[in-house]
């Protein structure tokens, strides 16, 4: 009512200021389905720029409409009437529209939309559903043979850059379904590289809450950004794929090939990949979702954690994962399968993947390590021989058990194998670049790895609203055992004559197992108070048993058996943990607000047991976990959330067993059984503001942690020979923190059709470590911004730019006068131009630059490729493409980072400069829709 008022006081005076204006608009309001007229619909002018009021009228009894005396310029009209959904549309007033006609304006119920808002614009169509931003993918430029990224790139709000990592309204998304369902597991580049663009009929982008806050109605805060491709009803039978070949200079080659056959509800795809340039599949590197996650069994908010891949003292290990550096062989491959039926009660969802890669390259880095007494530089070149395969199998099942009880069970199973064969040099000086030691040191390993897991979700939802039952169990099973071979020859100098006056050669053979089985129980149940509030409260049991057993052997004699048991440098050492934990949850939400808070407390029992000296340590202790979260939605794009929640860290098998790791003879470490777990706040703000006319988007994020008893590296330098032993320790007073701050801009410019948009971040941390008995403050502040423009006119042009500068503050406080600051900047632009006869030609380059410090000398890479193609037959199915890789031939990788008291820069070799002449066959075959069941 009051807004009412106000904008009629509003409007005339409007119309007395501008009498002098002869613009108009006019139109009729109905409803859609039923015809009839609207009265008394309540009918707005904006400005189209900046929404404020310009004129306002409300539609006669026949729901006809007029607007006079309106200036020139660019509005927005908007129809409101109660129960419907919100009209808006954009218009021009201009010395050649001197009367607008809307002609008849159909309203929809939002009980038929279930949305708020409908937006009509040329360049982009957008419906708003709930929290649910849906894109017609008809509205947007597809070219012949697009995939889903190349659509994705073209929508408000949606970034994708060089890599394939989407970014939406400022977060990245981190799952892409097709039709609601997931394909080829959390991989979203398998759908977006995979889908054509023209099968695609809308793209919904939304915030997925966790299965257990989708369950309760209780929001938890955890939300994940997620894409859902909705497919068109013709594309969903039918078979379609790409058949690639390339063939490059000095040996170089891809390979791929890509299979789809869709039929209703069923979807069966596979691909396969071989590459030696670079490419490493589809979704090879999806290593964080091949068995558990960050491949580290982790227990109800407490207890050890034991690494995947044996320890540190597994020797050297290769996870598969390929970062640019060196010169790599992938394969990989995989299936996947999905299909509902019983009338969509029942559904399966199952994938394979296999993969293998192998990579060779050189590695040199320096570092500067940091002292009570002054510097220790240290220079290292490795030249590096890894292969990994792995290989998964995972299947989830959905049963609607009856109208209120659902079950859902999943199933995986891994197997990993890698070998490596490393080689090291390694000098060690003190500031005065007088030798202090030199280590050349072999390794060879190889191991396995075989993880499963399974789990139950059962979800139950009572006759009373939000009164709801569930219940989890799960349980994981890791192995995994490594063999290998260990040989050092270190030799020390005087510091007077510089020369060698003592040797030490390690020669050793080394084996790990380590076993874990973890069972996992939580059983939660809501209760709503009232409207607004409600209660959750869980119970969590878990189980753990592992074994952790590592022995090292020496030879018998020169060139002999390796049957010499090393005790200093093997331990046997086991683990039970039992965990009970009960937690409660308030919850309040009204209209735009949510609030909740609760803890969980969990009480750990756990018994260490050295197997070789009989030494038993049972330790108690309760793990608080407290939690608050708090969000405001101001309208359907903009929101503010807060977030705090409280955890324990336990110390890793790692840091507890009581082994000396000698896999680096110059840097050992011992693990301390006493380590106590370390308590951790985390606190985070979220606040994003999105305008879908405009496009404009502000969006900022800020996060702070700091750690109570925070283990630290206690570390025992020897000046004589240069050889760090390093233990743990709780810290008593010190505290160490991080914090991330990041904030963006973006805008369409649309006269001219450009996306702009700008960023801003900082990050820091304080950290602390032992050095010889004296505690070291590292504290490092980064700070960097960036701007980016983005165009694409169909069958012309398109380009993309990102670039900006940044710099970092470093330091230590046992030595305040080194200076490694630096400056740096990164860039990266990409541009297409589509020619006649179906010519075209593109380039990339990608530029990172870091100053020189008193450490390090400055660093600059500029990768430049480019490419021409030609298309041939109908829809260009066919493409024959001559590229070229690094044409500068950088071929050079380097990464600058710091760690505890040491500071360290990388250089790798990589792929060097090549050209490659590439042929790319699109086929298409789509049917009839059948109807459905």
Known sequence: MKFTIIAVILCMWGL?????????????????????????????????????LKAFTWAETNGNFTINNLPKGKFLLLITYPGYADYVDNFTIDSAHTAHDFGKIDMILRSRLLADVIVKAKAAAIKIKG????????????????????????????????????????????????????????????????IRADMVDKVQLYDKKSDQATFTGIDDGKTTKTINIKLKADKKNGEFGKVDANEG????????????????????????????????????????????????????????????????????????????????????GGVHY????????QSINTNYKIGSIDVNGATNTTSQQTLPTGIINTKSTENFNDYAFRQKLDATYKIKLDTTSDLKISVDGTFKNFHVNNNYFTTTADSANNKINTDKRDITNHGNQQIFDASAFYTKKFKKPRRTLSWSLSESYNKSTTEGYLNSEIDYFNPTTQKVDSTNITNQYKTTNTVSSVLNSNITYSEPLTTKTSLLFNYGFAVNNSTSNRESFNQSAPGGEYNVFDSANS????????????????????????????????????????????????????????????????SQYKTFRFNYNGNNTEPTIDQIQPVTINNDPLNITTGNPGLKPAFNNNLSMYYNSYQVVSGQQVFIRATFSN???????????????GVNTTTYTNLSNQNPYNYNINASLGKKISPIDLQVGLDASTAGSISYSYINSQLDMGRSHSYSAGLYFDKYVQKKYDFYFYGGPSYTFSSMSLQPLTNNNAAGFNGYGQFNLYLPLKFGAGSSVNYTYNAATQAFSAQHLTKLNAYIFKTFLKEDKLKISLSANDLLNQNLNFTRGISGNTTTQTNTTGIRRFFMLSVTWDFTKFGTVKSAN
């Open 16 to 52: 007395s200021s501008q009498a002098q204006n002869s613009y108009s608009i006019k139109g009729s309001v109905a409803d859609s389905a039923a015809n009839s007229k609207l009265a008394n619909s309540t009918i707005t002018v904006l400005n189209a720029r900046d929404s404020i």
């Open 707 to 721: 750690t109570y008893n925070a283990i630290a590296n206690n570390t025992s330098y020897n000046e004589s020979t």
């Open 131 to 194: 929290d649910t931003t849906e894109y017609n993918a008809k509205s947007f430029v597809i070219q012949p043979n697009d995939k889903v990224e190349d659509l994705l790139k073209q929508l408000p709000g949606i970034q994708v850059d060089k890599d394939g990592k989407i970014t939406a309204q400022g977060e990245t998304v981190t799952k892409v379904l097709v039709d609601g369902e997931e394909f080829f597991g959390d991989d979203p580049t398998l759908v977006t590289k995979n």
């Open 571 to 634: 331990n046997d050492y086991k683990f039970n943990q039992l965990t009970n934990q009960l937690g409660a949850i308030y919850n309040y939400q009204y209209k735009k607000a949510t609030l909740n808070f609760g803890t969980k407390v969990s009480d750990v029992n756990f018994t260490q047991v050295d197997e070789y000296t009989g030494d038993i340590l049972s330790r108690s202790f309760l793990n608080w976990a407290p939690q608050a979260m708090f969000m405001y939605k101001f």
């Open 249 to 332: 200079t000095d040996g170089y080659y891809e390979g791929q090939l890509q299979y789809n056959k869709f039929k209703e509800k069923q979807k069966f795809s596979l691909y396969g990949t071989l590459a030696n340039d670079g490419k490493t599949g589809l979704g090879f590197q999806d290593s964080n979702n091949l068995g558990v996650n960050n491949n580290d069994i982790q227990f109800v908010d407490g207890g050890i954690s034991i690494s995947s891949n044996g320890g540190n003292d597994a020797l050297d290990s290769f996870n598969g994962y390929y970062d640019g550096k060196g010169i790599p062989i992938a394969r990989s």
């Open 338 to 345: 999905d299909d509902k039926f019983d009338n969509d009660n």
